[in-house]
């Protein structure tokens, strides 16, 4: 098995040969405006899969398709004599859908702008239910708030030390 960094390194070799290749060599009026986006080896560099788009209509990545298919024997040459490694990869040809996800990709992102838009239209004339943030309070209500718990305090000092009173009375004898 070779090691990643060599696969990568045939990988990209292998689509520039091909690239080539189809640029130059390949005469046919069905050869469609294809880009080479990516190639892909296996561990052992024994399959290379070569992913491609084709600008145009179906039909012409179908005619694209055959004539990659009926040509690939011819590329798999060239890329025997490119490399310059002991065994030639076999190539299979695999049309990415990368047009395709971007497209999807295009139809999310106008969804989700529209969405958006109902949504700040909505906001627009929306107004809080109980004030703008229920949780703030003025500096009088604070100050309120302090007295009072300072007063719940006082109280229940006021009780344990009746009680601690009361307490000690007992111990001492002086309750009875």
Same mark, same amino acid.
């Given at each position: ?60 990545? @179908?005619?694209?398709? &055959? #004539? !990659?298919? %009926?040509? /690939?024997? =011819? ?8 490399? $310059? ?17 971007? @497209?999807?990709?295009? &139809? #999310? !992102?106008? %969804?989700? /702008?529209? =969405? ?8 627009? $004339? ?8 229920p949780y703030r309070k003025t500096d009088d209500e604070v100050d309120q708030e302090v007295l009072d718990e300072e007063a719940a305090i006082d109280d229940l000092i006021g ?6 009173? $009361? ?10």
């Amino acid at each position: 098995m070779a090691d990643p960094a060599r696969a990568r390194k045939v990988a990209d070799r292998i689509k520039v040969i091909v690239a080539e290749y189809l640029e130059n060599r390949i005469k046919d009026e069905r050869l469609g405006f294809i880009t080479v986006t990516d190639v892909r080896v296996t561990g052992d560099l024994q399959h290379a899969s070569v992913f491609y788009t084709v600008f145009g209509s179906d039909d012409e990545r @179908a005619a694209t398709a &055959e #004539v !990659l298919e %009926e040509n /690939r024997g =011819r590329i798999r040459s060239a890329v025997g004599k490119g490399l $310059g490694i002991r065994l030639t990869p076999s190539i299979e040809f695999v049309a990415d859908a990368i047009p395709e996800g971007a @497209a999807h990709l295009e &139809e #999310v !992102l106008a %969804e989700t /702008r529209k =969405r958006d838009a109902e949504l700040a239209q909505a906001a627009a $004339g929306a107004t809080y239910a109980g004030g703008a943030d229920p949780y703030r309070k003025t500096d009088d209500e604070v100050d309120q708030e302090v007295l009072d718990e300072e007063a719940a305090i006082d109280d229940l000092i006021g009780e344990r030390a009746s009680e601690i009173d $009361g307490d000690e009375d007992v111990s001492r004898g002086e309750g009875r």
